[in-house]
């Protein structure tokens, strides 16, 4: 059966970004030209001063990335460059938001400045710089530094430095430009925020629900095996069984019975000694089953509930509450935030309706059929475009060429896997004498394979192929590391990424790789996303907790980011919590670190699931 082609442009079949050629009454979500439909165009909406507005915008958040006192302490000369760079930045948007005013009036006019939504976030920022530029000339007129240092732990006057780092949001507003009918979108937006208002109030009552047994069933576990001369109001760790252990304090149950020598007392311990999960009062026994939502460590506060009661309780409410909250009601969380995504995504699509799509000379496909059905091809990836004869062209398009290319890749990684050391005292250089031979041989054959390809194909041909330039680059990469001094360095890297290549030998592999990484600007803006989330909240934490001394993760900037993108993995962040809550109890202030990273791993665990999937369809 003859193959049929018909010829597409591929952004017919995908969504594409687009316009329509009809005019609609609309919203605009732009930066700031949903302030007002201007005959003549201001000064402050010309490309170069949104240009310098954002530029202020970050480094406004690398101002404040940087106003700690530990890296204060670490370069002294960065207390007058962050309060210079706020002082230029705030007079910059002072007089974007005063020229703004002069425009469109502030509150009684008919498209008013405060009444926007970005009127008043823009408003807000430049209100923050300010006192944070008042902030810092006080701390650094103060004559008594440390006096000063005292003051902001005990005020924790740093905190209104926290919402600047959301001026982030400015900078990304440019990449989030597009205009839509008014009525639809509020419709769309209500309708969906009513949904997540009720999956919200859905989870709200679970955890309300167990919160509330938790404390009825348990309360306060405070019987703890100790020695018998221990003094329940002054408790040391050489009075305590090794581990801690709680206990059943009647005769009668099945909770844990003290060893012999031990006896089952009730101790008086504030939280930062006993930790801040448990069943005490309803806020605390709230946290706590958030915590073991989460299934992190919750087998601990299972097992201290067994201990201190019958086990049958414990045993019941934490198999129910896992059922319940951390496989039912949270799966149920995030079906619903994803599948309004994926409505909103429709919705916004329906509206665009037919549209002229932006030719794209880079993405035309084939469509091609046969019995066992249709695929998308590209058109000629391989057409000619160099200045290679005709018999060079063929051999590029043959298959037993590329068959040939990779099984020599094949060859590489078990050449490279084959390589094994010994520990008899001879240098690893011995080892790898023979292999680096062999790696030359390779690296030169892969590197006259670019050039052959350029040459059939032409370097717009060649570049044209996200697949070339990754073969580029790791023949680039391993040229270099074949170099005796560069051998046994970094480089290697560019040898191992070698075996990547072998997913062409699978077009089912091929595919399932592609969708998982869509191309690479569906990718690029999720790293992008998902490293704004982590600098904002990293910034944030740091202005909250930059002033608690014993809180070493919480001095720096780099500290602070892998402490939030430790809890981006969901890898250990209790320890990160109790650790912040330990040290701010001491201040009566726990419930801020309690809150801070409830909402937090919150946010990362339901919400950025449904966004990821929302960016990647």
């Not at 995908?14 to 009809?22: L, N, P, W, Y």
């Not at 020598?261 to 999960?277: T, Y």
């Not at 201190?308 to 149920?332: E, P, Q």
């Not at 809550?581 to 990362?604: A, C, P, Q």
Request: aromatic residues 14%; hydrophobic residues 45%.
């Amino acid at each position: 059966m003859h193959m049929h082609g018909v010829y597409l442009p591929f952004n017919m079949l995908t969504r594409k970004q687009s316009f329509r050629g009809d005019t609609l009454t609309v919203v605009d979500f732009a930066t700031d030209d949903a302030l007002a439909d201007q005959t003549e165009i201001e000064w402050v909406k010309q490309g170069w001063v949104q240009h310098v507005l954002r530029a202020c915008a970050l480094l406004s958040l690398v101002s404040v990335s940087m106003n700690t006192p530990k890296t204060f302490e670490i370069c002294d000369e960065l207390r007058y460059i962050t309060l210079c760079i706020d002082i230029v930045c705030g007079m910059v948007f002072t007089a974007e938001t005063v020229a703004q005013v002069r425009v469109n009036g502030c509150i009684k006019a008919e498209t008013p400045y405060l009444k926007s939504r970005w009127g008043r976030f823009d408003f807000s920022m430049t209100f923050f710089i300010w006192v944070s530029v008042v902030l810092q000339i006080v701390e650094m007129a103060v004559y008594d530094k440390e006096a000063m240092m005292d003051t902001m732990r005990s005020t924790f006057l740093s905190i209104l430095r926290t919402p600047r780092p959301l001026i982030m949001i400015r900078i990304g507003r440019m990449f989030f430009k597009f205009q839509l009918p008014a009525n639809r979108v509020k419709t769309i937006f209500k309708r969906s925020s009513q949904q997540i208002y009720n999956v919200t109030l859905f989870f709200l009552f679970f955890m309300s629900l167990y919160g509330i047994l938790g404390v009825q069933f348990f309360g306060a576990l405070s019987y703890h095996c100790v020695t018998p001369s221990t003094n329940h109001s002054d408790v040391s760790i050489n009075d305590l069984a090794v581990p801690d252990t709680h206990c059943m304090s009647t005769a009668n149950g099945s909770g844990y019975r003290c060893p012999e020598g031990m006896e089952c007392m009730k101790l008086d311990l504030d939280k930062h000694q006993r930790g801040f999960n448990g069943f005490d009062e309803f806020a605390t026994s709230f946290f706590t089953v958030y915590e073991a939502a989460s299934q992190e460590g919750w087998v601990f506060m299972m097992y201290k509930a067994q201990d201190s009661l019958n086990t049958f309780r414990g045993l019941f409410y934490f198999t129910t509450l896992i059922f319940f909250l951390a496989w039912l009601v949270k799966n149920v969380f995030i079906a619903v935030i994803t599948e309004t995504f994926a409505e909103i995504r429709v919705q916004f699509a329906q509206m665009w309706g037919t549209r002229n799509v932006i030719p794209n000379d880079d993405t035309l496909h084939v469509l091609k059929g046969d019995d066992s059905g249709w695929k998308l091809v590209m058109i000629d990836e391989n057409k000619p475009r160099g200045t290679a004869p005709h018999f060079c062209q063929l051999i590029l398009q043959s298959s037993a060429f590329h068959i040939v290319m990779l099984v020599m890749v094949l060859a590489n990684a078990l050449t490279a896997g084959s390589l094994r050391f010994k520990h008899d005292g001879r240098n690893r250089e011995d080892f790898t004498t023979e292999f680096r031979y062999a790696e030359i041989a390779f690296t030169i054959l892969f590197d006259l394979e670019a050039l052959f390809k350029i040459w059939c194909l032409g370097f717009k041909g060649y570049f044209r192929r996200s697949l070339h330039k990754f073969e580029l680059l790791l023949a680039i990469g391993t040229t270099f590391h074949i170099l005796p001094s560069l051998y046994h360095t970094q480089l290697t890297y560019f040898q191992v990424l070698r075996v990547v290549r072998l997913i062409k030998a699978s077009p089912m592999l091929e595919e399932f790789v592609y969708k998982i990484f869509g191309p690479g600007k569906k990718l690029g803006s999720l790293i992008i996303f998902t490293m704004c989330l982590l600098i904002i909240t990293s910034s944030i934490s740091l202005q909250l907790f930059c002033y608690v001394t014993e809180l070493k993760k919480f001095d720096t900037f780099p500290e602070v980011f892998m402490g939030m993108f430790q809890i981006l993995t969901q890898e250990g962040w209790v320890e990160v919590k109790d650790e912040v809550s330990t040290d701010l109890s001491r201040r009566n202030m726990y419930i801020l670190g309690e809150l801070f990273f409830t909402l937090y791993h919150l946010f990362v665990t339901m919400v950025m699931p449904p966004l990821r999937t929302s960016s990647c369809d």
